[in-house]
Each structure stands twice: as C-alpha cells, then as structure tokens.
C-alpha cells in the first residue's frame, strides 16, 4: 500500500506513469509529425487546422479543478454569455446549488475523483493531449484511425480506463477497450489501472455511471409496465462512446441511432466494422441466436437475419442545424423497424409501440448559444408531432443554469416541453444530469 501510494503520487504528476518514457519523445514525435500526420490531436483535425489559419488561437477555458479543458473557437459567444454558459465562472456562488465531488461519487456508486489542485488537473490534461498521437501511432489503416472533434478521442481513453475496473459500475467486458490500438492499449490493461491517479478519467466515470445507471431503471419500469413496447436510443453528439453497443450486447434495446458529425460518424462505423474490432467481438456480427458472450448463448427476442451491429444505425448530423436535424429525427420515429425483414415481423412491429430514449452526454458545451434550450423543444415536439411516447437522460450543461439550483433546472425544462423527474448536479463543465419526461406524459415513473 505504502508502494501503490508512492507510485500514485508520482502518477498524479504526469497521469501516465506507466507510459513516462513515451514523454520523453513526445516533443519529438511532434516535431517531425507536425506537418504530415493524418490524425494529430495535439494539432487538431486538417479541418481545425485550416480554422486556425483564418482565426486566432483558441481559448482553453477551466471550469473548475475537476473538469477536463475545453478548446473554444473565438467569436462563437458572446463576451457576456461565454462564461455563463461554458462554464468558466464557477465562483462560490455557484457552490452552494452543486454537490461535493465526494457527495456525487457516492450517490453513483463510484470512488470519487482525487483531490488535486487546478494546476495537476491541467497538467494532466496537457500530457495528455501531447500523448495522443502516440497512442494512435499504429492506427495507420483508415478503418481504425479516429477522427477527433471536441475531445471524442481522449474520452474514449478515459471511459475504457474507467470501464476496465471490474469494481466499478460502468466495467463494461472491456468493450472501451477492444476500441483502442492493439498495442498501446495494454498501458491501461486491467493490472495497470491502479496506478493511474482518479482525475479526468474518474470525473467521466461518474457521469457514466449516473447515465447507465438511468437508463437501466428507465428500461425496467417500461419493460415491468405491462404495455409491449420496444426500446429505442438517440444519441446525440455521441462521438465514440460505446453506450449503443453495451445495451445492444446485453439485449436491453432493439436498436440504437446516433447523431453526429459526419467525419466522427465514418469514423466511428468504420471502426466497428473493422477487421480488428470484429476479431475481438465476433458475437457482434454474428444472428443473435448464434451470437456467444462469456460462453452463454444470447437471447434473440423477436430479432430475425440481423446481427447486434446492425441494429446500431448512424446519422451524419450537425446539432447546431436544427431544422434538418428535426427532418432526422421526424424520420427515424416514424419509420419501421430496420431490423425485420419479412413481411410478417414488419406487421407485428406496426402495433407495438416504440419508446424513445433522447440521451445527451458532455455535448450541449460545444454548442452554438441557444442550441441546447431549442435542441431539448425539439426532442419533446417530435415525440407530440409523431405521437410517440420517449423521456430524456442526460449529463450535460444546460442553459439558463449557472450553476445546480434544481428550480431553475425545472422552470428551463417545463419551457422546453418537458417535466423534470430526477436531478443531479456535479462539478464541472457537464454539471447538470438528469432524467425528464414529457408534459404530461411519464405516467410509469409517477406510478413507480
């Protein structure tokens, strides 16, 4: 213990103990890969780097010691609603409406994230950052190569590190970490996690946590409600986040749609189907009657002649065009299931009712202003306009919020067509989470 704790102290310095030799050719690696890497991060996207040609710098913006920074392109915000809504005021005023980092963790389940000052978070993060390309050394094929847009890549690292803990709630069978290159990804191997101090990757963990967390207990009240109703997820702005294949895998939706930007959206399907991903999680390409996880045979339901990774659908989306991204998501609730084939299944799918899961995590920060208030309208209109019924979970970062004051949360929901039902705020830039239902509807949960 008087070891772990040692190594810990150093780790906290640099977050990568394990990998501290890769620091010292970092500068390097840089250096030469400036100009010709496909998929540098500390640089940014080509598409960035053409940005910053024709703009100034960004601007790292801190929330608070235990959120991660966020790159801002100037002239997006205003100079009077920037602070407000990324984040970066978070004075003693704020304080009082938001729980303790310690207070969350425990309300989740989860450690709660180490005590640092601001100074160790930041550098934390900027190793971080310089590391990246490193880690993605060997991702030369362009099925496996990532695109980044708004952190994606570094919080794909920091959920599979979360999710590789068999003691945490979000262990998720190493699906994170079947994403990452084959041999950089032994560093977060399950024998090495201890050593990695709880910073950025910890404050992801507790978001995740409440979010699976929700999103289970939403199922089962469906599910036990006695109505024959069919699961469905939108996930917007999800970047790499593995969600949509951890619930498929464990048979608690029909199907998955996620909305994102189209180069993470190739990305990301491309990735899925990559030989190297399908070699390590055959089952997902498999019919689910013929589809094997931990040795147990999965349960097919009323599936026919798809495969898990098939029911997992992509839509190139930019969340800050609302009104085609309405058009979208009008089009995925009135359409047919995807996933029956046959005139018979595609009859019995007509009557059962579908239930529309709106799942936002960590992507209302990057939005222009007002998008978030009109994204969540748009969410609750589409389910009254195609008479579909839905809720919403997220974790994210209102408007019209400062900081967690649960009233003011409520009033910013019932403007936007929905009913608060639970509410958590945490530290950080995606301070607020919660679960909403729309007005006058939720008659499950009020029950439950």
């Known amino acids: 213990k008087k070891w772990r704790a040692k190594v810990q102290n150093v780790a906290t310095?640099?977050?990568?103990?394990?990998?501290?030799?890769?620091?010292?050719?970092?500068?390097?690696?840089?250096?030469?890969?400036?100009?010709?890497?496909?998929?540098?991060?500390?640089?940014?996207?080509?598409l960035?780097?053409?940005?910053?040609?024709?703009?100034?710098?960004?601007?790292?913006?801190?929330?608070?010691?235990?959120d991660t920074p966020i790159e801002e392109q100037p002239g997006q915000f205003s100079k009077t609603n920037l602070n407000e809504i990324r984040g970066n005021r978070y004075g003693s005023s704020n304080n009082s409406t938001i729980l303790s980092p310690d207070e969350v963790a425990r309300a989740v389940n989860v450690a709660p994230t180490l005590e640092a000052p601001k100074k160790t978070w930041q550098r934390a993060w900027r190793m971080h950052k310089r590391l990246l390309p490193l880690l993605h050394i060997t991702d030369w094929r362009k099925e496996t190569r990532l695109e980044d847009s708004s952190l994606n890549v570094a919080c794909l690292w920091w959920k599979a590190l979360a999710a590789n803990n068999k003691t945490s709630p979000i262990y998720d069978n190493a699906l994170s970490y079947d994403l990452l290159?084959?041999?950089?990804?032994?560093l977060i191997s399950p024998k090495l996690i201890c050593f990695y101090p709880r910073l950025h990757h910890a404050n992801v963990e507790i978001r995740t946590a409440f979010l699976d967390q929700t999103l289970l207990s939403i199922i089962q009240t469906i599910s036990s409600s006695g109505k024959k109703k069919k699961?469905?997820?939108?996930?917007?702005?999800?970047?790499?986040?593995?969600?949509?294949?951890?619930?498929?895998?464990?048979?608690?939706?029909?199907?998955?749609?996620?909305?994102?930007?189209?180069?993470?959206?190739?990305a990301k399907e491309q990735l899925y189907r990559s030989k190297r991903f399908r070699k390590r999680r055959p089952w997902l390409n498999m019919i689910p009657d013929d589809a094997m996880e931990n040795g147990e045979e999965k349960k097919a339901g009323n599936i026919e002649k798809k495969t898990l990774i098939e029911r997992l659908h992509f839509v190139s989306s930019d969340l800050n065009d609302v009104q085609t991204l309405e058009k979208k998501i009008?089009?995925?609730?009135?359409?047919?299931?995807?996933?029956?084939?046959?005139?018979?299944?595609?009859?019995?799918?007509?009557?059962?009712?579908?239930?529309?899961?709106?799942i936002f995590e960590g992507v209302m920060i990057y939005l222009n202003e007002t998008i978030p208030s009109t994204l969540l309208s748009v969410c609750s209109q589409a389910l009254v306009r195609n008479n579909a019924t839905g809720s919403l979970c997220f974790a994210d970062r209102l408007e019209n919020i400062p900081g967690g004051d649960e009233i003011l949360a409520q009033k910013e929901m019932k403007r936007n067509g929905w009913e608060l039902m639970k509410w958590l705020p945490k530290p950080g830039l995606a301070r607020h989470m919660g679960f909403a239902v729309p007005l006058g509807g939720g008659e499950e949960f009020r029950l439950k």
């Open 13 to 46: 310095i640099s977050y990568s103990f394990p990998i501290i030799w890769i620091l010292l050719l970092s500068d390097a690696f840089a250096l030469i890969s400036s100009q010709s890497s496909p998929h540098d991060w500390s640089k940014g996207s080509k």
């Open 48 to 66: 960035d780097h053409q940005r910053r040609r024709a703009q100034p710098h960004s601007i790292i913006l801190h929330s608070s010691n235990s």
């Open 181 to 186: 290159p084959s041999l950089t990804r032994r």
């Open 231 to 266: 699961i469905r997820f939108l996930c917007m702005g999800s970047g790499y986040d593995p969600r949509s294949i951890k619930f498929l895998e464990r048979d608690l939706v029909e199907e998955c749609w996620e909305f994102d930007l189209p180069n993470v959206v190739e």
């Open 330 to 358: 009008d089009a995925v609730l009135t359409s047919p299931s995807k996933h029956n084939d046959n005139l018979k299944n595609q009859e019995e799918d007509n009557h059962v009712e579908w239930y529309n899961i709106f």
